[in-house]
């Protein structure tokens, strides 16, 4: 299998990716004589190609001056009480932490059903969306009582959870875009090594006030739609209950939906965090909230609720995990330089804990007797990445996805297996050029 790994927003290892953002795009220094001989030289640092061809595109709209760098304001100071008490202002509904097991059995909806939950996997989100157009093809599509969704799966979960009318939205979303709807290279924030505006401003044209309209009203027939954001200051998890926020209304309300989708998408140090203003004890400050992908590649529960050795039981009839991110390995003789450890490092590390989330929902599922579906991104697919948010590979990917949707049998009923010995066909898979 061969693809471009290293594109992906909200991983187990988005802290990795910042390091090799500054390589990407900053001048770099010489590598060491023996990485700059034979094919290697010429591919040693792809994503600046891709970096580059993101920013020659004309943007289609001011991103508004960010601070200069250097000099950002200073935040309101608060303390760790203050932000384990803070609300929404306006909105004590909008949202909870992800390790409060109260709150989370709270917000549940009343009656049982499927659950989907989508999880992270940037430009390979459009596998998700592509089984998720396919299940609707192929007459297989429930109306979940609950969607939640981290990162990539932040940005189609509102679509998968308004219903099928928004299906063509959701194909568009990921088979149109390119880098420089993403991000805009050498544009430094202060607070990030890229400027995350284009993202920010293609959220807002596809979150529209007639979509929230929609989810508000099947939250008000009981569903619930959870997103997943990363609270930096607290180093918590944060779920947001995001019906209820559509069912408050209003020009605030929209903005928030904005924020968090935008928020749950931006990798740390990589993408500008999102500031959002919160109230406790009558005292206003801004939580820092980043990519939703560092709480876990996927949301079912509270950590301590998922415990392979507790009693929990989850209120759902079934379980339905969409993995937007290969499960693959892939073999690479690494060069000693830094944008290539790192490159190789991540991409091992996020199959490995997405595997290590997948069989842990086995096993609560099993003991609750939920039935357990999982969709992964087929060994089998292997076309080739140019880069970043390469849209003939999403179009591949969405069509893979929607083909697996559409089938007898969209997901497995058991987690998938494991790479066998060091010479299985998997780990034998060699990426080249700019797929690595």
Do not use: C
């Amino acid at each position: 299998m061969i693809k471009h790994r290293l594109w992906t927003i909200g991983t187990a290892g988005t802290l990795l990716v910042v390091p090799f953002l500054v390589f990407s795009w900053l001048p770099l220094p010489a590598a060491p004589a023996e990485a700059q001989s034979g094919p290697a030289a010429a591919t040693l640092n792809p994503s600046a190609i891709v970096l580059a061809r993101a920013t020659a595109k004309k943007p289609k709209g001011p991103p508004g001056p960010p601070p200069s760098e250097g000099h950002l304001p200073p935040r309101v100071p608060f303390t760790a009480a203050e932000d384990a008490a803070s609300i929404i202002p306006g909105m004590p509904d909008a949202r909870f932490w992800a390790d409060s097991q109260t709150d989370f059995k709270n917000a549940l909806p009343q009656q049982p059903g499927p659950w989907l939950i989508l999880s992270s996997g940037g430009s390979d989100g459009a596998f998700g969306a592509g089984l998720i157009v396919g299940l609707t093809a192929g007459g297989k599509r429930p109306d979940y009582p609950v969607v939640t969704g981290v990162s990539t799966g932040a940005l189609m979960a509102p679509f998968a959870f308004a219903g099928p009318r928004y299906d063509d939205a959701l194909r568009d979303a990921y088979t149109t875009i390119t880098a420089a709807d993403i991000f805009e290279a050498g544009s430094s924030t202060g607070e990030s090594f890229v400027n995350s505006w284009p993202l920010r401003d293609f959220i807002a044209k596809e979150m529209t006030p007639a979509l929230l309209a929609d989810i508000a009203a099947e939250y008000g027939k009981g569903r619930r739609l959870f997103v997943v954001t990363s609270d930096i200051d607290s180093q918590r998890s944060v779920v947001w209950n995001m019906g209820a926020i559509a069912a408050h209304g209003g020009d605030d309300a929209l903005k928030l939906f904005r924020s968090v989708l935008l928020a749950s998408a931006s990798i740390p140090g990589g993408f500008p965090p999102v500031l959002i203003e919160v109230e406790a004890n009558g005292k206003r400050f801004q939580e820092m909230h980043v990519d939703g992908g560092l709480g876990g590649q996927f949301f079912v529960a509270p950590a301590a609720l998922m415990s392979p050795v507790g009693d929990y039981k989850l209120p759902a009839t079934q379980l339905y995990i969409v993995v937007n991110t290969s499960l693959e390995r892939f073999f690479k003789v690494v060069d000693r330089f830094a944008p290539e450890i790192l490159t190789q490092s991540i991409g091992m590390a996020v199959p490995v804990d997405t595997r290590l989330m997948i069989d842990r929902t086995y096993v609560v599922a099993k003991r609750g007797g939920v039935v357990f579906n999982v969709a992964t991104i087929p060994p089998s697919f292997n076309m080739p990445s140019k880069g970043a948010f390469d849209p003939n590979y999403m179009k591949a990917l969405f069509q893979v996805g929607f083909d697996q949707g559409r089938s007898t049998t969209p997901f497995s009923s058991e987690p998938p297996p494991y790479p066998g010995e060091s010479g299985s066909q998997s780990s034998q898979i060699e990426k080249t050029g700019v797929n690595r």
